[in-house]
């Protein structure tokens, strides 16, 4: 497993076992439930649920959906549906029927480096080149569409693609008229000579496409009962579709939204932090973070 490349969702069955893998990103979600010690295996989340008729929500799980727009670990929305998660295989007994759960890799680097700033800036650019070498050599020439923010890390993504070479390469920015973001994006696609587009995210267009079957089709392949569907991005690409932008079919959409998580954004962080605080308001911290989506929901018994 740690030797397979690239971005996949595997899985091997013969009369004995099944064995099922994620690749590191889950870019390919599969879900499972093991029914009547039956497994049961779909990229569809809504599959299993309609073929297997389950209906039991898992009360805590849509609290903490709600609170925070996806659900942790393995779990879903519904007590018998699971899904896995990234880096992770799991293996099937045929004849026993047990599950047998790992991870294969990690994230968590706990290597330490002895070295300078600027060495570790020269070890990371060395990295960052292989990692474009190779995402240029995969694209072989097909357009780009990069949405382009105001933040550091789509322009991270448009810089070191123009550094190596690569020009077919578009970008837009969508929100409502007046955000910052915009006018910042457009001069970075203009000090890159690169094509630029402005979605304009209106009342009217959004609630037309809100109640269309075509929305209602993505929220069935983007939720898998376990998270919030990314609503402006799917708005952003129809229209763009509906315009024919894309060069073609074939086009590669390259977005830039986990250099947070790489920095460390998620980690809630006291601002005074040569003080001691209690476990409480850690945790109070941590809510404040991740759990308040809709503050409403942030009560004792929630907490």
């Keep these: 497993i740690k030797k397979i490349k690239g971005n996949y969702s595997l899985y091997f069955s013969n009369k004995y076992f099944t064995i099922v893998l994620t690749d590191r990103i889950r870019s390919y979600p599969i879900f499972y439930s093991n029914k009547n010690d039956i497994l049961y295996l779909s990229n569809s989340a809504f599959s299993i649920k309609q073929d297997l008729n389950l209906h039991s929500l898992d009360k805590s799980n849509e609290i903490i959906f709600r609170m925070s727009g996806y659900t942790f670990g393995q779990t879903t929305l519904y007590s018998d549906l699971y899904q896995m998660e990234a880096a992770n295989y799991f293996y099937f007994n045929n004849n026993t029927k047990n599950i047998y759960h790992n991870c294969y890799y990690s994230f968590l680097n706990e290597e330490k480096y002895k070295i300078s700033k600027n060495e570790l800036m020269e070890k990371l650019d060395l990295i960052n080149n292989k990692v474009f070498s190779k995402l240029i050599e995969t694209l072989d020439g097909r357009q780009v569409i990069i949405p382009l923010s105001g933040g550091l890390d789509s322009r991270f993504i448009l810089s070191f693609l123009k550094k190596l070479k690569y020009d077919n390469i578009k970008t837009y920015t969508y929100g409502v008229k007046g955000l910052w973001e915009i006018n910042v994006a457009k001069e970075i696609a203009k000090r ?112």
């Design 192 to 303: 890159a000579n690169v094509d630029w587009e402005y979605i304009n995210l209106n009342k009217s267009e959004i609630n037309k496409l809100f109640h269309s079957i075509d929305r209602k089709q993505y929220f069935k392949y983007a939720s898998g009962l376990n998270t919030t569907p990314d609503l402006p991005a799917y708005f952003a690409h129809k229209i763009l579709l509906d315009k024919n932008i894309y060069q073609n079919k074939n086009s590669v959409i390259i977005n830039g939204q986990t250099g947070d998580f790489i920095t460390g954004n998620h980690i809630p962080i006291f601002n005074d932090i040569n003080n001691t605080h209690s476990f409480s308001e850690f945790m109070n911290l941590f809510i404040k973070k991740h759990y308040a989506l809709w503050t409403n929901l942030i009560n004792e018994n929630n907490k």
